[in-house]
């Protein structure tokens, strides 16, 4: 049975859940960046949503060369993100969890960073960082997208107003997602399962940012996030939750407005200060909302 890091104890295990369907193009890029992770004590789990190209058999080959790799095929299609991320973290053997989308990369020290922030304060159930974001193969829409620190601490008032979270990018102590039961299943909240699990996560412990890049995110039109009507996935997050917030957010003009307000602060933080923190291992700068 997992269980949370106590003093004196060797490193912990983190188990990188990593659900796939049809991505032959970039599984193997994927995983290539957890083996080059420097943190070296994880377990990989691919859950294959029953692909039909060639993701089986490359996720298979990694397998042979780097035990550390499992791989499990559904037997059938779900069309759910979800149902592969709960199989994963079923069995997960680690303290800890790492989320990794199939076509998302992580920088190697990704995973080194976050368990010392993690373990830095353990009031801390889960931390998340930023991605740089990869927008139709083109690197130059990174910047825009750079989040302000002080808009990225992550708690229950702060959620129900966005998701300022990128699944990705997330480490979480194994038994607080045992306590909320994992991602919810249910169709109507495909594409935003991860910002309800985050919202009901919020409830139970706080949330740290590493102001610091750890890896590439692809934004595709093709994507998951794109395909769906986002307002009425919102509208089904506050249905579930029983609020009344979600559905209710700033329009995307607007939140346009306000990310290009506090890009000052995101270069700096995020993308010099954060750097040079990685370079010369100075301890991670961490956000997190005051303890009460």
Known sequence: MARDLMIGEPEPLISIVIPTYNMEEHIAETLNSVIAQTFQNWEAI???????????EIVQDLCLQDPRIRYIRLAENSNLPAVGRNRGIKEAEGSY?????????????KLERQISAMNSDPSIGMVHSH?????NGNRFWGPL????????????????????????SVLIRKSILDE????????????????????????KTRI????????????????????????????????????????????????????LWSLPSALYFV????????RNDRKPRTWVEKAS
């Open 131 to 135: 991605l740089w974001v990869v927008r």
């Open 46 to 56: 691919v859950v294959d949503d029953a692909s039909t190209d060639r993701t089986a």
């Open 145 to 168: 997208y750079l989040p302000a620190p002080k808009f990225s601490i992550a708690n229950t008032t702060t959620l129900a107003k966005k998701n300022m979270i990128q699944c990705s």
């Open 271 to 278: 993308l010099i200060e954060g750097t040079m923190r990685k």
């Open 97 to 109: 969890v790492a989320f990794l989308d199939h076509d998302d990369l992580w920088e190697p020290k």
């Open 180 to 203: 909320v039961n994992g991602f919810d299943e249910s169709p109507g909240l495909r594409a935003v399962e991860d910002y309800h699990l985050w919202y009901r996560v919020s409830q």
């Open 208 to 259: 740290a940012y590493v102001s610091e890049i750890h890896g590439i995110y692809r934004l595709d039109k093709s994507g998951t996030s794109s395909l769906e009507n986002m307002q009425q996935r919102l509208r089904a997050v506050d249905e579930s939750l029983g609020t009344q917030s979600f559905a209710n957010q700033r329009s995307i003009r607007r939140k346009a407005v306000s990310q």
